[in-house]
């Protein structure tokens, strides 16, 4: 809850409190352990972080230490943009998500749980050098790069609608961990890349993935894009545990991108990510958040939904499904079609695998 960069920012911590409320409020957490998160330790932030980057950000922190800091050097860090104003704790803060995210790791790796959840996690723009688009120390990447260093091979799998880039940009040259996200387009959105051609260099090539969508994409062809490449990928790629970033900002009403996915999206997605990781890695699955931003309207629904799936008891979640899903005018949906399957075709040349709608 203290990861809050400022009083008006659209990333507000409360969305988590609010879904957890409402999974407790239909009887969900009686089918879960509430475990508590812990303050990452400098060690493992530098599972994918700088010294120096680490450093920055701790000194930033501190209202008393900040002042000696020149401009370039924020700038460099990412603090110079007002996605990432400098806020008082955002160490402790950001690594107390970190945390979150590797207690999650460690109970799933040993065997105290079967699947877990940090909605407070999925911070997937933070890169080792650099704070990016709200998120300062990325505790999805970590908790990968941790469960790598126990020896898994680890996909991560990322639905938020802005590209998983810090993510992607970690582990580009490391063929043990996939990094796949379907996001908006990097023509229209934030952060601008995620184009199919980015697959990977080196020995890593095919273990990074991209599937862009257009402004406007519904669930249909969503959920289209989303059964054309996971399972495939991931039964390609044999991963022995499945991180997820759930960001759940392709909502019609969220008010910082343009694809119009209602929440009927969400049971479908927590049950596929269920069902391989029971096919393809023993049960392992870390799911995070993500981005969400209408705090009140979709985030608690939507990640009570995909919580649903992950105690197998979807029927307590059923009213949360928006009644009226959004479609577009009949042009714009057709211009979605066309273009996932020219970008769906791109993939599948560049990863050498066929995939279809
Ligand atoms: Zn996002």
């Known amino acids: 809850m203290t990861y809050r960069l400022s009083e008006d920012h659209p990333l507000q911590p409360i969305r988590v409190k609010l879904a957890v409320e409402l999974m407790r409020e239909l009887g969900l957490a009686d089918f879960a352990e509430l475990v508590p998160p812990r303050v990452a330790v400098d060690g493992e932030l530098r599972l994918c972080h700088s010294k120096d980057y ?5 000194v930033l922190s501190e209202p008393d230490l900040r002042g000696g800091v020149g401009p370039a050097e924020i700038a460099a860090g990412g603090f110079a943009s007002p996605d990432n104003p400098i806020a ?7 690594a107390a998500v970190v945390g979150g995210s590797l207690v999650a790791a460690e109970a799933v790796h040993s065997g105290a749980a079967l699947h877990a959840f940090n909605p407070a996690g999925g911070l997937h723009h933070a890169s080792r050098d650099s704070a990016s688009g709200f998120c300062v120390y990325n505790d999805l990447a970590i908790a990968a790069a941790w469960l790598r260093a126990q020896g898994h091979r680890v996909a991560c799998v990322d639905v938020d609608v802005h590209h998983g880039d810090g993510t992607q940009a970690l582990f580009y040259s490391d063929p043990e961990v996939l990094t796949l996200s379907l996001h908006g387009s990097g023509r229209y959105l934030f952060p601008g890349t995620g184009f199919p051609d980015e697959c990977g260099v080196g020995v890593a090539r095919g273990a990074a993935a ?13 959920l289209a894009a989303f059964e054309a490449t996971v399972p495939a990928l991931l039964r390609e790629f044999r991963p022995t545990v499945l991180v997820t970033q759930d960001g759940c900002d392709s909502h019609f009403l969220d008010p910082l991108a343009h694809l119009q996915t209602s929440t009927a999206i969400w049971p479908r997605i927590g049950r596929r990510f269920h069902d391989l990781a029971h096919e393809l890695c023993e049960g392992r699955w870390v799911a995070t958040g993500g981005g969400g931003y209408a705090i009140r309207e979709v985030v608690p629904r939507a990640w009570t939904l995909l919580f649903a799936e992950m105690v197998e008891h979807p029927e ?5 499904v928006d009644a009226q899903p959004f479609a577009p005018p009949q042009g714009a949906q057709e211009r979605v079609w066309a273009a996932l399957e020219g970008d769906l075709r791109a993939l599948s040349d560049q990863l050498e695998i066929p995939l279809s709608l």
């Open 54 to 58: 680490v450093e920055l950000v701790r």
């Open 210 to 222: 991209n599937l862009p969508l257009l402004p406007y994409t519904w669930d249909e062809p969503w």
């Open 88 to 94: 008082d704790g955002m160490h402790e803060a950001c």
């Open 316 to 320: 307590l979640a059923d009213g949360l």
